[in-house]
């Protein structure tokens, strides 16, 4: 029966009508993949090496286990975004007469088939032979490197069960956000070593089977847990009844006060934290808010003579615009199962922008507030932000939209955002080009002839210039929407 499953798998992606589009997509992916995982392999060779360097005159073996705790931190993170959830093939599955229990097998064993399942061993198998099998053997290395394995697969289970049961709640956010604070910033403040947690676990699986046993048995309690989960929840309606019940009728009642596009407004926002894609782009805002740590507290960053580094300017603008850079890249498609609506209706469109253009002012005053705290890196980050912020909302946010509207491509709202490139063509790899160049152009001239907070004023100005001619800017964007709108309406009609 498994078989016949995989059979019916196979045979809807070859039937479908754009099966070699997807097929080329799929091996470009699959290549992309095996040059990551070639250098994720790469990496592990020279671990040993790099904690040499990094851990001089220590011994490697106990400063590996002690920093293991942050591979696992590390793996819950890009787990909790790149992994996707077996459910969404239920609805082509339930109505076959086969029992629930072999569907939801098949579905998870299929899930577990990924690269993401080798990442551990491709990393850590160099270091088992190089460090450990030395010191304690064939039988040490095997039972160390079966631990870390048997962990890796553990969060594997674990993850498919987290994130169908919080995903689409704040709990799920606020516990991969805390993980990461509690992780990250206890070492990083020198309160405590989180390693020392788990050191212990790894150094015992040097002499003894005993922790790779228990791990094994924790793998598989995590299966069952995983797989009883799907197995009661294995209904359409039960699924999706939570995520009905959070956010129906769930609106922003500031957008009410601007007429037809404050309501096209809150229907954008009901479909971002309705739709897994869409939503995953605004938790990836929030978790690229803290991007400028990346920058404000690198020494190498910082400007001779107390003056900005031109570095921040980008920072800036990624940070007071990065849902508007994100989400703004992909502008029509996210609309196009839906886009003829708008054009039946009298100034659908126009509505239908303007209330675009709203939500993406709205998240990029909230960026902006949220960045205010970095100002505790000095008041210049915080005259950064204020420029960038402005310039956004004043220029960028027409540039981002101008590009987005050429050719733009139908989507599927439900798949994923990792690996997922439906809706992305062309234009969203030369929105690179303005949203690089753009800033600079206004800010060096006047840096270099005056000085940075000139710059700076320069870039503000032209941000409130735009945000007055606000009306005539987006009225170009309209224009060309509507001048190709019979020409988009039959790109989205086509299947993705």
Same mark, same amino acid.
Not at 108 to 120: H, Q
Not at 160 to 164: E, G
Not at 431 to 436: K, T, V
Not at 471 to 476: D, E, F, G, T
């Given at each position: 029966m $498994?078989?016949?499953?995989i059979?019916?798998?196979?045979l809807?992606?070859?039937?479908?009508t754009s099966?070699a589009k997807?097929a080329m997509?799929?091996v470009l992916?699959g290549?992309l993949?095996?040059?990551l995982?070639?250098?994720?392999?790469g990496?592990g060779i020279?671990l040993?090496?790099?904690?040499?360097?990094?851990?001089e005159?220590q011994?490697?073996i106990?400063?590996l286990?002690?920093?293991?705790i942050f591979?696992?931190l590390?793996?819950f993170m890009?787990?909790?975004f790149l992994?996707?959830?077996?459910v969404?093939?239920?609805e082509?599955?339930?109505?076959l007469?086969?029992?629930k229990g072999r569907i939801i097998? #098949?579905?998870?064993?299929?899930?577990?088939?990924? &690269?993401?399942?080798? $990442?551990?061993?491709?990393l850590?198998?160099?270091s &088992?032979?190089? $460090?450990i &099998?030395?010191?304690?053997?064939?039988s040490?290395?095997?039972?160390?490197m079966?631990s870390i394995?048997l962990t890796s697969w553990?969060?594997?289970?674990?993850m498919?069960?987290?994130?169908?049961r919080?995903?689409?709640? =704040?709990?799920?956010?606020?516990?991969?956000?805390a993980i990461?604070?509690?992780g990250a910033?206890?070492?990083?403040m020198?309160?405590?070593n989180?390693?020392?947690l788990?050191?212990?676990i790894f150094?015992f699986a040097?002499?003894s089977?005993?922790?790779?046993a228990?791990l094994a048995? =924790?793998m598989?309690g995590t299966?069952?847990l995983?797989?009883?989960f799907?197995?009661?929840?294995a209904?359409?309606?039960?699924?999706? &009844?939570?995520?009905e019940i959070?956010f129906v009728g769930?609106s922003?009642?500031f957008?009410?006060?601007?007429g037809?596009?404050?309501?096209?407004?809150n229907l954008?926002?009901?479909?971002?934290?309705?739709?897994?894609?869409s939503?995953?782009y605004?938790m990836?805002?929030?978790?690229?808010?803290?991007?400028?740590?990346?920058?404000?507290?690198?020494p190498?960053?910082?400007?001779?003579?107390g003056g900005?580094?031109a570095?921040f300017?980008?920072v800036g603008v990624?940070?007071?615009?990065?849902?508007m850079?994100?989400?703004?890249q992909q502008?029509?498609s996210?609309n196009?199962?839906?886009f003829d609506f708008?054009?039946?209706?009298?100034?659908?469109?126009?509505a239908?922008?303007?209330?675009k253009?709203l939500l993406?002012?709205?998240?990029?005053?909230?960026c902006?507030?949220a960045?205010?705290?970095y100002v505790?890196?000095?008041?210049?980050?915080?005259?950064v932000?204020i420029?960038t912020?402005?310039?956004n909302i004043?220029v960028?946010?027409?540039?981002i939209i101008?590009?987005?509207?050429?050719?733009?491509k139908? #989507?599927?709202l439900n798949?994923g955002?990792?690996?997922?490139?439906?809706g992305?063509?062309a234009a969203q790899?030369?929105?690179?080009?303005?949203?690089?160049a753009?800033?600079?152009?206004?800010?060096?001239?006047?840096s270099?002839l005056?000085?940075d907070?000139?710059?700076?004023l320069?870039l503000g100005?032209?941000?409130?210039?735009g945000?007055?001619a606000f009306?005539?800017?987006?009225?170009?964007n309209i224009?060309r929407i509507n001048?190709n709108?019979y020409?988009?309406?039959?790109?989205?009609?086509?299947e993705s």
């Open positions: $498994i078989f016949e499953l059979k019916l798998q196979f809807k992606s070859f039937r479908s099966f997807s997509a799929n992916l290549f993949v095996l040059v995982l070639s250098y994720v392999f990496a020279f040993p090496r790099i904690i040499d360097t990094l851990a005159g011994d490697p106990v400063v286990n002690s920093y293991l591979f696992f590390g793996e890009y787990r909790y992994q996707t959830l077996p969404i093939e239920l082509s599955l339930l109505h007469p086969i029992g097998s #098949m579905l998870l064993i299929r899930s577990f088939i990924s &690269a993401l399942s080798v $990442i551990a061993i491709l850590f198998l160099p &088992a032979f190089q $460090i &099998a030395p010191e304690y053997g064939n040490g290395a095997v039972f160390w079966g394995v553990t969060l594997h289970w674990f498919l069960w987290f994130k169908q919080f995903e689409d709640g =704040l709990t799920g956010i606020i516990a991969v956000f990461l604070a509690l910033g206890s070492s990083y020198g309160w405590f989180l390693g020392e788990t050191k212990p150094d040097l002499t089977p005993i922790p790779m228990v048995v =924790l598989i299966f069952i995983c797989r009883r799907y197995l009661d929840n209904y359409l309606e039960d699924l999706a &009844a939570e995520d959070r769930q922003i009642g957008f009410s006060q601007f037809m596009a404050g309501e096209l407004a954008e926002w009901k479909l971002i934290i309705r739709h897994k894609k939503r995953t605004l990836l805002s929030a978790f690229f808010l803290l991007y400028g740590l990346i920058f404000y507290t690198n190498v960053y910082e400007s001779e003579g900005i580094s570095i300017i980008f990624f940070i007071t615009g990065i849902f850079i994100q989400y703004g502008f029509l996210w196009s199962g839906n708008f054009l039946n209706r009298k100034d659908g469109v126009e239908l922008v303007k209330g253009y993406f002012i709205s998240i990029s005053v909230i902006f507030l960045s205010i705290p505790y890196f000095g008041w210049n980050i915080l005259l932000h420029a912020f402005l310039f004043g960028m946010i027409h540039v101008y590009f987005a509207l050429w050719k733009p139908p #989507m599927d798949k955002a990792m690996f997922n490139y439906e992305v063509g790899f030369l929105i690179i080009i303005p949203l690089m753009g800033p600079y152009l206004i800010y060096l001239p006047f270099y005056v000085n907070y000139v710059g700076l320069a100005i032209i941000g409130i210039i945000i007055f009306k005539p800017l987006s009225q170009i224009n001048s709108r020409e988009i309406s039959s790109s989205f009609r086509q």
